[in-house]
């Protein structure tokens, strides 16, 4: 495993020379459907009047754009000096880029297969080009619309042991460590994280979207003392745990599905920190999805969801045994700890996505009808992933989670 470390470290800086480009440095400019396509030219082997472009995302962080040639589409993501939700008033540094090029390049030397393809990327403007996969969707959306899709589960399970093993706890040298942790700081955008996960949704914050029918629920929240307390915990660990370059916004909207394909995307959240942070999002959104589906009384596809769950955690734990180097109790030890901090960043994740500022299209989509039913039952699985005992084990800590939710549904 040294020896593959080292590898993909030597790699990882060779392809990030070539990668870094050779423009002359430019000022700042945001672009737009005409400039990216003068951009984009070089990349698409056509001629100007054979390029077109859309807008695809248009992020309260960035701007995203699908290009097409005549062959070939690629997208390019330029991240913008502002927060739009303030208006432009929230200045953001476009750091974030050089981060996301520099994690999705690292991340893409632990797992090729799976991490999307980076181009190139241009420090000055803040752009990055991408691969495109235009045929893929979302995991969110596929799960929304109920496909089977069963290698998603198990290849996230393998990207999260690659990352926990070359980045993290496996990783014993000292040196590399410090380096990572150097290379990869705790960002601004990870306080703005910070403070929408474990902070807005505790306080009468103006970024909160909190529907009316939650109003009760919402202020409940607020004065749960054992709530509060573990959330100040995990907000400390967010902030201070030094373990593994976790991706750090891997939701089932940061996954695309192909028919045979698993991509990771969107690295901008990526910092040294919890390893527990990614294994914690996927259990919290597999969870959104499935309480979507449970309320619409959908029993096979939540189901499919629950072994989706299940291959997730078996992948990734099969993965970290394979691949460790120190000795078995503290690979039991790793194991546990993780188990009990993805159950609750778990609950954190899922509570934020109802009444804090960014919600999951999962529940938010769902008609009246169901939707107040399925918000108070994540609010509720959330609060219990969080307060609850310490999960010792994670499938037992989702079984729990579900048979909550069934009971609330019944
Ligand atoms: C851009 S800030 C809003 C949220 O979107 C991202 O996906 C992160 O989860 C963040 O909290
Ligand atoms: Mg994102």
């Not at 942070?277 to 979507?292: E, P, Q, S």
């Not at 960014?358 to 918000?375: K, M, T």
């Amino acid at each position: 495993l040294k020896v593959s470390t080292l590898n993909h470290a030597r790699q990882h800086v060779r392809s990030w020379r070539r990668i870094q480009n050779s423009r002359p440095p430019m000022s700042y400019r945001e672009l737009d459907e005409a400039s990216v396509c003068e951009f984009a030219q070089e990349f698409l082997r056509s001629a100007r009047s054979e390029i077109r472009a859309e807008v695809i995302e248009e992020g309260n962080i960035n701007r995203v754009f699908r290009v097409h040639g005549r062959e070939e589409s690629i997208i390019v993501k330029q991240g913008l000096p502002y927060f739009r939700m303030a208006g432009r008033s929230w200045v953001l540094s476009r750091h974030r880029s050089r981060t996301e090029a520099a994690a999705a390049q690292l991340h893409g030397g632990l797992a090729p297969d799976i991490v999307t393809r980076l181009r190139y990327f241009d420090g000055a403007q803040s752009v990055m080009v991408f691969e495109d996969l235009p045929n893929d969707i979302t995991w969110r959306r596929s799960l929304m619309r109920e496909n089977l899709a069963p290698h998603v589960a198990p290849s996230i399970g393998r990207y999260c042991a690659a990352v926990a093993i070359n980045t993290g706890p496996g990783l014993r040298d000292d040196i590399k460590r410090g380096s990572l942790a150097h290379s990869f700081p705790y960002t601004e955008l990870c306080a703005l994280a910070e403070s929408l996960i474990f902070v807005a949704p505790y306080v009468d914050s103006p970024s909160n979207r909190i529907e009316p029918q939650l109003g009760d629920i919402a202020l409940s929240l607020r004065r749960d003392r054992g709530l509060l307390d573990s959330m100040s915990a995990l907000r400390y660990k967010f902030r201070n745990e030094r373990e593994a370059l976790v991706h750090g916004d891997l939701h089932t909207g940061s996954v695309l599905v192909g028919a045979a394909k698993t991509t990771v995307f969107d690295l901008e959240f990526a910092y040294f920190g919890p390893m527990a942070l990614d294994t914690g999002f996927v259990f919290a959104h597999l969870c959104l999805a499935r309480i979507a589906h449970s309320v619409q009384g959908h029993v096979e596809y939540c189901r499919s969801i629950d072994s989706s769950f299940s291959s997730f955690w078996k992948s990734f734990a099969y993965h970290v045994e394979l691949e460790w180097t120190g000795g078995k109790s503290e690979l039991d030890d790793f194991l546990a700890r993780l188990m009990i901090d993805t159950a609750r960043f778990a609950g954190a994740e899922m509570i934020r996505r109802i009444v804090g500022f960014a919600h999951a299209e999962d529940i938010d989509s769902l008609p009246d009808a169901f939707r107040s039913s399925a918000q108070r039952a994540a609010l509720a699985v959330g609060r219990s992933l969080v307060t609850g005992p310490p999960a010792d084990n994670l499938e037992g800590a989702w079984k729990m989670a579900i048979e909550l939710l069934d009971g609330s549904a019944a």
